[in-house]
């Protein structure tokens, strides 16, 4: 599972980018059930505050047959893909966010990604995500 | 205001008092004079007669509120200065207390506008917002300054021209209405820039060769390689810098930039209708609230502009705008004209 968070906008434009390999975190038992409490689907498009930030966040993972975890995990801890089959298609989730909804799991999952990460700065306008 | 302009200019400037230029001497004049000294005891607000607020001679007061976040990320905070109140000895609350009032002055005194809505509406702001919070912006009912991280950057309070732009904010909110996506967006971030940047202009008396066309001079630190978060003239050439990248933003709409980030890239495609405005008020000359400035808020108030417009919409508007103030013409209109087409942003004719 990885995820991944950027952050957009703002007065200057320039965009920042964090990126965690959850399956390599020591406790990323932690991290499945803080990703489970997002709610995905129940964020309005809200109408965009001038200057102020815009957070995507996107998850991930591996598709497994039935759970993505913790079998998701030892999987990919195990790291032993050689003999695997074609690499399967991730179950990608993502949601794009305003500031200002950024609240509850999805505040505690940025800030324990920020905390994880060290932040990359992209080039402001590339990419589509 | 921190930003010293010699005094020897302002002295020139106040004392020309050209027919023509009546503001700007008066600009230079109060600059000279400074703020009127606090006022103590209660708050005595003047008993103001009816008067039409467009008359520049008959200046209104602003209502400032700047309130303290003390590092959360909850609004307002703790309201600490309000109007006619003394300097707090807190910088950022202090020069958030002096933008507003420049930014109210231009308004009220080159356009006839009293605040935000045109009608008094208090001047709020919040500072100190969050933990080493690399940003400003307005939420709709106030203006909000974080401190900056310290590394790439110092706090928003220090620049004018970001107070201004952030102020600006809610001038298009309750005009055009320009919408925060793509075109209409860009449009929304290059109104913000233009009146920005004369807030800061009015504030030091500098005419458009003299004035600097950046903004946000001063909120990075030491470290970073740049002038400015963008500049207007020049866009594409505010920074360069190892840790930063360079200034990513487009100067002609040949290098228009479509994106899905930055509500469709709005804070980088700004560049184009900022370059037009500055080659305009330089083609002018003199002061650009004068000319440009001018054009810029009939175009705002116009009640003609869609709140999706385009950059060519936004310009053939500009041009009727320039040809009815000063005529079809003026070398006001035709300055403009040819900002707009040295970037690439055709006008009808």
């Known amino acids: 599972m990885d995820v991944f968070v950027s952050r957009s906008g703002g007065l200057a434009g320039l965009r920042l980018t964090w990126h965690v390999r959850v399956d390599e975190q020591p406790d990323a038992d932690d991290w499945f059930l803080l990703i489970e409490q997002i709610p995905w689907n129940e964020m309005p498009p809200e109408p965009a505050e001038p200057d102020r930030f815009t957070w995507d966040i996107r998850c991930e993972a591996p598709q497994t047959d ?3 975890h913790p079998d998701g995990a030892t999987q990919a801890a195990g790291a032993t893909q050689a003999a695997a089959p074609a690499p399967p298609a991730a179950e990608v989730q993502e949601a794009t966010l305003a500031e200002r909804q950024l609240t509850g799991p999805w505040r505690r999952l940025v800030d324990r990604v920020q905390e994880t990460a060290e932040p990359q700065r992209a080039a402001p306008g590339s990419g589509r995500t | 205001m921190q930003t010293i302009v010699p005094p020897y200019l302002l002295d020139r400037i106040a004392e020309a008092a050209d027919p023509r230029f009546p503001l700007a001497a008066d600009a230079a004049r109060r600059a000279l004079l400074r703020e009127p000294p606090a006022r103590v005891g209660p708050l005595i607000l003047p008993d103001e007669p009816d008067q039409p607020s467009a008359l520049p001679d008959a200046p209104s007061t602003p209502d400032r509120r700047i309130s303290d976040a003390q590092g959360r990320e909850t609004l307002p905070g703790r309201l600490v200065r309000r109007e006619g109140e003394r300097d707090t000895g807190d910088e950022a609350v202090d020069d958030a207390y002096d933008g507003l009032g420049d930014t109210h002055r231009l308004f009220d005194r080159v356009f ?10 208090p001047l709020e702001a919040t500072v ?3 933990r080493a919070y690399d940003n400003a912006f307005w939420d709709g009912e106030r203006m909000v300054f974080g401190d900056g991280d310290g590394e790439v950057f110092r706090g928003f309070t220090d620049s004018l021209s ?3 732009h952030e102020l600006a904010h809610g001038v298009t909110e309750h005009t055009a209405r320009l919408r925060y996506q793509g075109q209409s967006g860009a449009l929304n971030e290059h109104v913000s820039d233009a009146f920005g940047a004369l807030v800061e202009q009015y504030a030091l008396g500098q005419d458009a060769t003299a004035a600097s066309w950046l903004i946000g001079e001063g909120i990075f630190t030491d470290e970073v390689q740049g002038r400015a978060l963008r500049s207007m003239l020049e866009p594409g050439t505010a920074y360069d810098d190892d840790v930063l990248g360079r200034d990513p933003q487009p100067a002609h709409m040949r290098d228009y930039i479509e994106t899905d980030q930055d509500n469709g ?12 405005f500055a080659l305009a008020a330089r083609q002018i000359d003199g002061f650009a609230w004068e000319s440009v400035g001018r054009v810029w808020y009939d175009t705002l108030t116009s009640g003609n502009l869609d709140e999706n417009a385009t950059f060519e919409q936004f310009a053939a508007e500009t041009v009727r705008q320039a040809e009815h103030r000063f005529g079809a013409g003026s070398g006001e209109a035709a300055a403009i004209r040819e900002g707009w087409q040295q970037v690439g942003v055709p006008t009808a004719e």
């Open chain 1, 66 to 68: 039935g759970a993505t």
């Open chain 2, 112 to 121: 006839g506008r009293d605040s935000i809505d045109g009608a008094g509406m």
């Open chain 2, 128 to 130: 100190h917002f969050g």
């Open chain 2, 162 to 164: 970001v107070i201004g």
């Open chain 2, 265 to 276: 890239g709005v804070h980088l495609n700004s560049g184009i209708p900022n370059r037009a």
